[in-house]
């Protein structure tokens, strides 16, 4: 009896060189992309780097409030201290 080949989910005439570790779907060389060290199908890569972009932009914002935040806080930090300044060299 021959062994069994794995053909690709989207090109059954390719065989399969992995498995999605995501979907679990056999993928040809052409449909396998590797992320971190592991092999994505087209959509489950997709799905990855959607989540990647979005965790991203949260991110950028967040940072984008601690910076607005402390400069606000440096401004009134360096007002009151030019108001002592003002009244002790008087």
């Given amino acids: ?3 069994l080949v794995s053909v690709c989910d989207r090109h059954p005439e390719r065989p399969a060189l992995a498995q999605c570790v995501d979907c ?3 993928i040809c060389a052409a449909c396998s992309t590797r992320w971190e060290g592991l092999h994505l199908c087209v959509d489950c890569l997709a799905r990855r780097r959607e989540t990647v972009v ?3 932009s949260v991110l950028g914002w967040l940072a984008a409030v601690v910076l607005i ?3 606000a806080l440096l401004a009134t930090l360096g007002r009151t201290l030019a108001g002592v300044l003002f009244w002790v060299m008087r």
């Fill in 24 to 26: 679990r779907r056999p």
């Fill in 1 to 3: 009896m021959a062994p």
């Fill in 54 to 56: 979005a965790q991203g």
């Fill in 69 to 71: 935040v402390g400069l």
